[in-house]
């Protein structure tokens, strides 16, 4: 396991042809460092050849990789960073950095922005980018150890620990689970693929910083490895196994949990599924208490009102196209949604599509919030309500839903309201990632 605190390369943006900002501060080059740059900035690219012109430092260039080193308590922003990267909240930003930055070309006019950073630094931004700063410090702390815990995790495992499966393709099945693909030029990125990093936009570094001292070096661990650490936003009452969601291969510490005080039974068969997602139960996450959401939620996130139980509605014509343009298969009018199988809490692992020109099985989970959305769907957890026309053809199709995100591991909100009722760290992490424990690296 690790002993001491790794350095990191964030990738901020990808494939742009052109980059805008403001040094706040001095930055060199290793080449000059007595020359500094600073003030608004613009970065382009001819081919390999990387040009930056400062408004107080004037001109530099380099092939390949241009690297400026930041000066104390320097910073840089970069204006039009993509956050929320094909979901229903997608928008572009400004955003302020620590550290150093890095841009790189790709030899066809094509620039990379990486932040080159120390991970507990980095995590002072996580927290306060995947949460809000103003969270209860139990959760930015519990928020800070599973963070921690995922990305080292990952980089133990090397570059590419979980790539996209190879389908499972037949004439009527494609079934697919999503890793962390290989990011060819950078360890993590900026956005919710890897982990929400957006600088120092959002921070309070009173608080921040007091979460990430706090638990500096702690990690999960099970065994002799470190946890890898999942979340998300909010299950719905319970969570989900790792194998339903990505490789067929268990994590004990990733098992379904009901996120809640209530021993709520797993959820094995389509009656038990309808009776769970047509009802409103008791659970951690399962809260309206807006004072409390605006206080633990980023702005962005708060837009989103119906975690807990959702509804999303089809008619024929519009689901095909649907299918058509995230698939890539012509179903024609579409007559019915079946789940084949569900993970134990409620969300759907098979799912068969019917239509007038062929049907498909399509998994996993990810697949299939893919599939059924021109973004995502919150989550594959719903049940499906087909209201039909007296002829039985025309069809819209109802899909009534429950939570947000694949539900492995921490459901951020639940954290959140446990935290906000006293609930300690450790002990919020203990009902979540059942038999890992907490340990020290460094």
């Not at 500096?216 to 194998?243: I, M, Q």
């Not at 797993?266 to 009656?271: G, N, Y």
């Not at 591991?409 to 990632?433: D, K, N, T, W």
């Amino acid at each position: 396991m690790i002993h001491q605190e790794p350095h990191l390369r964030v990738g901020i943006m990808e494939r742009k042809t052109e980059i805008s900002g403001r040094l706040n501060g001095n930055f060199h080059t290793p080449q000059h460092p007595a020359h500094s740059f600073s003030g608004s900035f613009s970065v382009r690219a001819r081919g390999d050849e990387i040009f930056l012109t400062a408004s107080k430092g004037g001109e530099t260039a380099a092939r390949h990789s241009l690297n400026l080193l930041s000066g104390e308590q320097a910073s840089f922003s970069l204006q039009d960073v993509t956050i929320g990267v094909s979901f229903h909240w997608e928008r572009q930003e400004t955003q302020t950095f620590s550290g150093n930055l890095r841009l790189l070309s790709d030899g066809r006019g094509r620039l990379t922005v990486i932040n080159d950073i120390a991970l507990e630094d980095y995590l002072t931004s996580v927290i306060s980018s995947e949460m809000s700063a103003t969270a209860p410090m139990a959760l930015l702390e519990a928020h800070a150890i599973i963070s921690r815990s995922w990305l080292v995790a990952m980089l133990e495992r090397g570059q590419s620990p979980f790539p996209a499966s190879s389908p499972s393709r037949s004439e009527n099945e494609h079934i697919v689970w999503y890793g962390r693909e290989e990011h060819r030029n950078f360890d993590v990125c900026a956005d919710d693929h890897c982990q929400r990093y957006q600088g120092l936009t959002r921070m309070i570094p009173q608080r921040t910083a007091a979460a990430v001292n706090a638990t500096r070096g702690v990690f999960l661990v099970y065994g002799n490895a470190v946890c890898d650490a999942r979340y998300y936003k909010c299950c719905g009452g319970r969570t989900e196994t790792f194998e339903n969601t990505w490789e067929d291969t268990p994590h004990p510490y990733l098992s379904s949990i009901a996120d809640s005080t209530v021993a709520h039974p797993p959820v094995l068969d389509e009656a038990s599924a309808q009776r769970w997602l047509l009802s409103s139960p008791e659970a951690f996450c399962n809260t309206r208490d807006e004072k409390l959401l605006r206080q633990i939620l980023p702005s962005f996130d708060q837009e989103t009102k119906d975690f807990f139980r959702w509804q999303v509605a089809y008619d024929q014509e519009e689901l095909g196209k649907i299918l058509l343009m995230k698939s890539g298969i012509d179903f024609g009018l579409v007559q019915d949604l079946i789940p084949l199988e569900r993970g134990p809490s409620g969300r759907i692992v098979r799912l068969k599509i019917v239509g007038t020109k062929t049907s498909v099985v399509v998994g996993k989970e990810l697949e299939i919030r893919r599939w059924l959305s021109r973004t995502h769907l919150y989550s594959s957890a719903f049940v499906v309500e087909a209201q039909r026309d007296p002829s039985g053809q025309d069809c819209r199709f109802v899909l009534h839903g429950g939570g947000w995100g694949h539900g492995v591991g921490l459901c951020q909100i639940g954290a959140a309201v446990m935290a906000s009722q006293g609930i300690p760290a450790e002990a919020i992490l203990r009902h979540y990632f059942r038999g890992a424990s907490l340990k020290k690296l460094y």
